[in-house]
């Protein structure tokens, strides 16, 4: 199996940072979940803008977050509590 992408390491963390398991994220989101573990694993998942913007908005964070933030930062998580 691939690598995971960074979207895809900075999506898990992000969701584990809020404290949800893939089916939490997808039941919030309206993501389906095989499509949350595909990106978080690296495979091949198309992740359309509208499902971007899911993931963002139940996470309490931001696409750019989503795409180019550092989960580990704290100055970045204290931005997704805002």
Request: glycine share 8%; aromatic share 2%; hydrophobic share 45%.
């Given at each position: 199996m691939a690598e995971p992408s960074t979207l895809g390491r900075r999506l898990k963390a992000f969701r584990e940072r809020a404290g949800l398991s893939q089916n939490q994220l997808a039941r919030l989101?309206?993501?389906?979940?095989?499509?949350?573990?595909?990106?978080?694993s690296g495979g091949q998942a198309d992740l359309s803008l509208?499902?971007?913007?899911?993931?963002?908005?139940?996470?309490?964070?931001?696409?750019d977050m989503l795409s180019r933030g550092d989960p580990l930062q704290s100055?970045?998580?204290?931005?997704?509590v805002l």
């Amino acid at each position: 199996m691939a690598e995971p992408s960074t979207l895809g390491r900075r999506l898990k963390a992000f969701r584990e940072r809020a404290g949800l398991s893939q089916n939490q994220l997808a039941r919030l989101s309206g993501v389906p979940r095989p499509t949350i573990s595909v990106l978080e694993s690296g495979g091949q998942a198309d992740l359309s803008l509208s499902n971007a913007l899911r993931l963002a908005d139940a996470l309490n964070i931001t696409v750019d977050m989503l795409s180019r933030g550092d989960p580990l930062q704290s100055d970045t998580l204290a931005a997704a509590v805002l």
